[in-house]
């Protein structure tokens, strides 16, 4: 997900960080005393940050970034470079990276972002200010490498501060700058291909300053010392050393609240007798953490494991009568598969509720939300929809539908399906009027629902060609009456929807009811993200309707809070940790480390979940300093060509989550537990570079569990639990 | 006049920190009050009952001679566009309340809601000019603090600044109608207004056709006409409620709503008419033009808005007023119901697939006859002058468009120029006025003209904020002792305009006092250091700006009309003197208060954080 970030060490990216905004990376002071007061993090009177009533110092920083070259300038032209720079600017970008939102378009050449802004001032037979056509003519003949550094060493004739001069360039468009390098990288992000570099917007950038200072304001007089005192003012004490422990602290707190306890919990382990008898099969997501924990109190006889989403199927989905394909696998993931549906889905069937743009009776749910009544009470969250019809075999042939089906089976270490039930459970959200919907869907789907993945893999797992497949080729035994049936926890609402109506009456009632009750708790315990211990609902039905009034009002931002305080990834076996309460906090892989002696199942589960796992847990540390690196309050989001949001009408677009979803996290790195001899996690981990980085530069934090105890990586070797906490 | 109470109450509920809940139950009654006092109007509108004396619909009370008429009368077309006004704000209302929650600063949207229902109802019911300006006033104040909703954004500042001066400048034209019309005139009722042209034998003359352009000026505005169709897209900086009351919603409309309150006047002059039409139709279209190159949904919609305003103001130049309300009606309501589900486009283009993207209809119409070249140049062009507004967005040095002020600037900004510039406007007023007038009336037409140049100075002056205030401290003197000269007695108005312009003063010293050696070439953030000198300096602001809740708006109404009775020339220096007052208190207090701080980084809400339930 940052895949160049990662390869430079974590604590020098927040040095880094530290320097262009000349401000912490790490939040605010007022933050780490509230953590102190809920006791996240234990800090002595002495170290204590100041509040900010007390602090009295009046910063440098007077802008977004710390960008001193541009505040010189500023001061000598006595106006705001920034401001007469950006407006033509982002309007222009805007227009050009617009996905079908604006009526019209630019002219877009094949040659790439540059040669489009060139050619539509020159055909332009009014000026574009500040532009002159006599220098176009000029710069038309020369290269956009050569044309930037010929206009840099107009602006500021010390090739010496070129360096620090591009970098303020990219800095004070930062959320334009990090989109088109992500899409110089990824063309294929943009449904409607759209080329670009960074070079070429530096180049329109400096284009555009150079012509206000030459043609209006006259270049600014800047001598060497001047530059030098200012430039010098970045080697200044860095906020983030001071605070670097606090981070340190807080996780360390996250870790001794869980990690002694999750020892015990291994080592007190001793296999039951009991049979299983239905089978649950559910995403890694954290927020199924809790349901199967709920799930698996109910009865014994129940087993859960938890795989990526996408459920190893990975396609784009067309909806019927639909251009757009929707990506239906993780984001690293590349296909060319696609599934068709048949005909449209019904309104209910998925949460696409949101109210239509262009569809008014949106201001009927401003008054009153309808909250549906079910027959049965005991199985109220729990509902039967008619499977979507789709067209999966045309996209996938049985040989490569049973090489899916093995892929999970194995990496989840659960080779002899002898249960008759087994639930293929995806999840999405339920959630209106909200730029962020993506943020809340499955992550392993890129965002959407994996409902439909669950149909696919469900509908190839009940074919008996398949089944044949899998016992002649894979050694995958199932059993002649187990049965796969697909559906899909909604995880605003905590509903879930099986997908095969005809079975609402056949299936075992005993199941269904403790299906229910599970999900009954999982709202119980999800009350206290809303209201305080002493003012919880105790009525199920009241508890009911005010998820179901979360999910489908327009006018709330808080639907749910996602992700929030994730730490924790545990790739393990489940049965063993099934006495143990994460709370919410992990993602939960299910893996069997003694049918995996030579680590290509491990292998294959670590490519898909450090990247995305670490992803989520970094775009909420990270989101969490807000209006620095996240994208500020939800409340003014302005939708910019449908592929960013911004505030205001030419801002620079926002990256990051907003506010209202990170409110409540914890700030840590994710804490990656996994059940494997130390040796094999190193070699497994060693041998793609890409992940490899992730642990040595620290952006996540490993851990094993093997031989009875649990050891920590530090860039020194394995560290014993009690040495490191 | 309970309706009055309300907004004020409002104001010193939000200036002394009353909480959240007690303020959103101040919303509900106004809007239940409100509510009733609509049934109440709809009841007499319909004739079922008379005007209740005790709601107190008509007053008059005298000040140094002139009448101020408190009115207020329904009629079917007002009432329907404010009931249709009074729904969304309902609307908006029931959707802020939740939206709202935790929110930073949500305290502010809710003391300034009351304010736009009051001013809204107010300009919608309101039958004397008095009450209208009133009305339109605060619902401008409510507006420039709603789009610096978050203060410590510089472009949002920015574009604040903009919309304070294009409002403050159209507002004359509202303030001299009421002037002429109603203090010099004697028009005392607009619903009066046939009976008034009617009488008067001067009304085909010059001063009809002043009045209707003045009440068009004032329209333009509000309503976003021509040459100021770009400031409701630069407005959409606030959170979506307050950007669909405004820029989709009621307010949007009640620049053209005047035109059709005041239609007897502005049909009655051919050249009004001709100029309405002219500038609605350049609205519609080049607002149309730039709506297609918008990327931004709620830039769209702005601009999409913006045409129908100018669409509306056809229909008011061509007497089909009947169409024209319902038009109101019919769009304020939609328009702002997109504005608020405006977040579903992405979910909504994410899943039911893109539009394909649709040339020019320019090529394929009429102009394909033309070599491809020239097609492309002409789309170009024309893609060139919307993306860059039809050149009237002013930039950041002054400028508007390919027209530039710099020198003006400079002109003004350095001494040695502006004593120049001082001695070639003596030279001007003295041997304009020796011929005209006696010399104490040139001395002081001399001084308020030096006042506001020196005012003029100030802001745009890049120095210390002492040394500039100062300066204006010096301006406002000359041009007090330059009013007094003219009149020739320290009357009534003066006096209360010296009483509270000291109190300004005072007040904003106080407020300033940390702060006076900072620069003015950038943005400071003060209000996250010190939020009670920040509100004092807001009181002091109001106080300058001569806004309808302080006093000081009826004590410049008067010295206006005392100025009239000298000069029409005085009471004009009068107005770009205040005008050019209530701008620099706004750049000040922009400059000093406003702006990012790292300290607005600090979310001071936090949420409520519960432990979760109890660790193994």
């Known amino acids: 997900m940052f895949p160049d970030l990662v390869a430079t060490p974590f604590w020098m990216a927040l040095e880094e960080l530290d320097l262009i905004y000349a401000w912490s990376s790490l939040l605010p002071d007022d933050y780490w005393r509230m953590f102190h007061e809920l006791n996240w993090v234990s800090i002595t009177p002495a170290a204590r940050p100041q509040s900010a009533k007390e602090d009295k110092s009046d910063p440098l920083i007077k802008e977004k970034g710390f960008r001193p070259i541009h505040q010189l300038v500023n001061q000598k032209i006595k106006t705001s470079l920034n401001e007469l720079t950006e407006p033509i600017l982002i309007r222009y970008l805007s227009a050009y990276f617009d996905q079908g939102f604006a009526y019209r378009s630019p002219t877009i050449k094949s040659e790439g972002l540059l040669a489009s802004f060139v050619h539509f001032i020159e055909e332009s037979l009014i000026p574009v200010k500040p532009f002159k056509k006599k220098h176009l003519q000029k ?17 500021l004739p010390y090739p010496d501060y070129h360096h620090q001069y591009i970098r303020e360039i990219l800095i004070s468009l930062k959320g334009w700058s990090g989109m ?4 110089e990288a990824n063309p294929h992000l943009l449904p409607i291909p759209r080329k670009a570099n960074l070079l070429d917007f530096v180049t329109i950038r400096l284009m555009i300053e150079w012509s206000w200072l030459k043609n209006y304001l006259g270049f600014p007089q800047i001598t060497k010392e001047e530059l030098k005192t200012a430039v010098g003012a970045l080697q200044r004490d860095i906020p983030s050393r001071q605070k670097q422990h606090l981070l340190i602290d807080l996780e360390k707190n996250i870790q001794r ?30 927020r199924e953490c809790i349901l199967r924990r709920h799930l698996e109190n109910q009865d014994p006889r129940i087993q859960t494991f938890g795989t990526p989403g996408f459920f190893g199927f990975e396609f784009f989905l067309r909806r019927h009568d639909h251009e757009h394909l929707i990506k239906q696998c993780p984001d690293p993931v590349k296909t060319d598969k696609i599934i068709k549906l048949k005909q449209d889905l019904q309104q209910n069937t998925y949460p696409w509720t949101t109210p239509k743009w262009s569809n008014l009776s949106a201001l009927k749910s401003l008054f009153f939300i309808k909250t549906p009544k079910y027959k049965n009470t005991h199985l109220r969250l729990i509902r039967f929809e008619k499977a979507p019809p789709f067209d999966a075999r045309t996209a996938f042939s049985l040989e490569e539908a049973a090489l899916r089906i093995a892929q999970i089976f194995k ?192 292998e294959g589960i670590l490519k898909a979940a450090i990247p995305v796992c670490a992803g989520i847990s970094l775009d909420y540390f990270f989101s969490r300093q807000n209006l620095l690196l996240g994208a500020g309050t939800k409340l003014s989001l302005n939708i910019n060509g449908l592929f960013s949001i911004t505030n205001g009408v030419e801002e620079d677009i926002l990256p990051g989550l907003c506010y209202q979803m990170v409110e409540r996290h914890i700030p840590s790195r994710i804490n990656f537990i996994i059940e494997q001899n130390p040796e094999l996690i190193l070699e497994v981990l060693k041998r793609n570079e890409s992940l490899w980085n992730y642990v040595k530069n620290e952006w996540i934090i490993l851990w094993c569990y093997w031989e009875r105890d649990i050891k920590k990586w530090t860039n020194d070797g394995w560290v014993t639990l009690e040495d490191s906490l | 006049m309970i309706l009055l109470t309300l907004p004020l109450l409002s104001l010193v509920m939000f200036l002394f920190h009353w909480n959240y809940k007690a303020l959103l139950r101040l919303n509900l009654s106004a809007l ?20 209740p004396s005790w709601l107190g619909h008509h007053a008059e009370w005298q000040f140094e001679g002139d009448f101020y008429v408190w009115d207020q009368h329904w009629s079917p077309l007002e009432l329907a566009v404010a009931t249709s006004a009074y729904l969304v704000m309902l609307a908006s209302y029931i959707f802020s309340t939740r939206y709202f929650y935790l929110e930073k600063e949500a305290r502010k949207f809710f003391a300034l809601f009351p304010i736009i229902l009051f001013g809204i109802l107010t300009v919608t019911s309101g039958n004397s000019l008095d009450v209208v300006l009133i009305g339109w006033e605060n619902v401008g104040l409510a507006s420039i603090f709603l789009i610096s909703f978050y203060a410590f954004r510089t472009r949002a500042i920015r574009n604040t600044v903009r919309i304070f001066i294009i409002y403050k400048l159209c507002d004359i034209g509202l303030l ?59 407005a959409m900086e606030g959170p979506t409620p307050s950007s669909a009351l405004f820029y989709g919603g009621p307010v949007l409309h009640l620049g053209v ?86 977040p579903s486009v992405a979910y909504e283009q994410a899943h039911e697939g893109l539009k394909i993207q649709k040339k020019h209809p320019l090529l394929e119409g009429p102009l394909t006859w033309l070599p491809e070249r020239w097609q492309s140049r002409i789309y170009n062009t024309l893609f060139a002058l919307s993306l860059q ?63 506001s140049l020196l005012c003029l100075k100030a802001i745009f002056s890049y120095d210390t904020v002492k040394s500039s205030h100062l300066q204006q401290l010096v301006s406002t003197t000359l041009f007090v002792l330059g009013t007094w000269l003219s009149l020739g007695h320290l009357s009534l108005g003066l006096l209360s305009f010296c009483c509270l312009i000291a109190i300004a003063f005072f007040l904003s010293f106080w407020a300033l006092s940390p702060y006076f050696n900072y620069p003015l070439h950038t943005f400071h953030g003060a209000k996250y250091v010190g939020i009670n000198r920040y509100r004092v300096m807001v009181v002091s602001f109001l106080i300058a700006a001569g806004y309808p809740l302080t006093p000081m708006f009826i004590a410049e109404d008067s010295l206006y009309s005392e100025l009239l009775h000298v000069s029409i020339t005085h009471t004009l220096l009068a107005f770009t003197y205040l005008l050019l007052l209530a701008i620099y208190w706004m750049r000040l207090m922009v400059k000093v208060f406003w702006g990012f701080h790292y300290k607005a980084l600090i979310h001071p809400v936090f949420p409520p954080l519960y432990p979760s339930s109890k660790y193994k």
Request: glycine share 6%; aromatic share 14%; net charge neutral.
């Open chain 1, 139 to 155: 710069w038309k003949l020369k290269s956009a490498e050569e044309l930037a550094q010929e206009l840099l060493y107009d602006i």
């Open chain 1, 180 to 183: 088109i390098k992500t899409a």
């Open chain 1, 257 to 286: 609240r869980y990690l002694p306890s999750l020892k015990n919990c291994l080592n007190d382990y001793a296999p039951t007798t009991a049979q299983a008898e239905w089978s649950f099969v559910f995403c890694i997501d954290d």
């Open chain 1, 411 to 602: 990496s989840m270490g659960w080779s002899r399906i002898t249960t008759s039930l087994n639930f293929i459970i995806g999840h999405h959200a339920t959630t209106q009027n909200n730029p962020f919907f993506n943020a809340y869907g499955c992550g392993a789907c890129s965002g959407s629902s994996g409902a439909i993945n669950a149909c696919v893999f469900a509908y190839f797992a009940n074919d008996p060609e398949v089944r044949e497949l899998l016992i002649r080729e894979h050694s995958i035994a199932i059993s002649q009456e187990a049965m796969f049936i697909p559906g899909a926890h909604d995880t605003t609402l905590d509903t879930v929807t099986f997908y095969s109506e005809f079975l609402e009456h056949k299936l075992p009632l005993e199941v269904l009811s403790y299906l229910s009750r599970a999900l009954e708790q999982v709202q119980q315990e999800r009350q206290l993200d809303y209201f305080p211990p002493t003012q919880q609902y105790s009525d199920p039905e009241k508890l009911y309707k005010f998820f179901w009034k979360q999910g489908h009002a327009i006018f709330q931002v808080r639907p749910e809070y996602g992700h929030n305080s994730v730490a924790f990834c545990y790739i393990g076996d489940r049965e063993k940790v099934k006495s143990f309460s994460f709370e919410r906090k992990s993602f939960l892989q299910s893996y069997d480390c003694s049918s995996d002696p030579d680590g290509i199942q491990l």
């Open chain 2, 32 to 51: 239940v009050f409100s509510g009733a006092y609509l049934i109440t109007g709809g009841l007499i509108a319909s004739q079922v009952v008379p005007w």
């Open chain 2, 176 to 234: 001299l109608d009421s002037l002429f019309a109603h203090h010099e005139k004697g028009l005392h009722t607009i619903n009066g207004l046939p009976t008034w042209l009617s009488q008067n034998t001067w009304s085909s003359g010059n001063t009809i056709h002043f009045l209707a352009l003045m009440a068009i000026l004032a329209a333009c505005g509000k309503s976003a006409l021509f040459p100021f169709f770009n400031w409701p897209a630069r």
């Open chain 2, 257 to 342: 709503f005047l035109l059709i309150k005041l239609k007897d006047l502005i049909l009655i002059s051919d050249l009004a008419r001709w100029v309405l039409l002219s500038l609605g139709l350049l609205t519609f279209f080049s607002a149309r033009l730039v709506s297609h190159t918008q990327s931004t949904v709620k830039g769209h919609l702005a601009y999409k808005a913006v045409s129908h305003i100018g669409l509306i103001s056809i229909w008011v130049a061509l007497n089909w007023i009947k169409l024209a309300v319902l038009h109101i009606v019919m769009h304020m309501i939609y328009r702002s119901i997109r504005l608020i589900i405006s």
């Open chain 2, 389 to 451: 507004e039809f050149f009237l967005s002013p930039s950041e040095r002054g400028g508007i468009g390919v027209f530039d002020f710099t020198k003006i600037k400079r002109l003004l900004v350095t001494r040695s120029s502006f004593f120049l510039s001082f001695s070639g406007l003596l030279f001007i007023v003295l041997a304009f006025g020796f011929t005209n007038m006696n010399l104490p009336l040139t001395f002081g037409l001399l001084t308020m003209a030096a006042a």
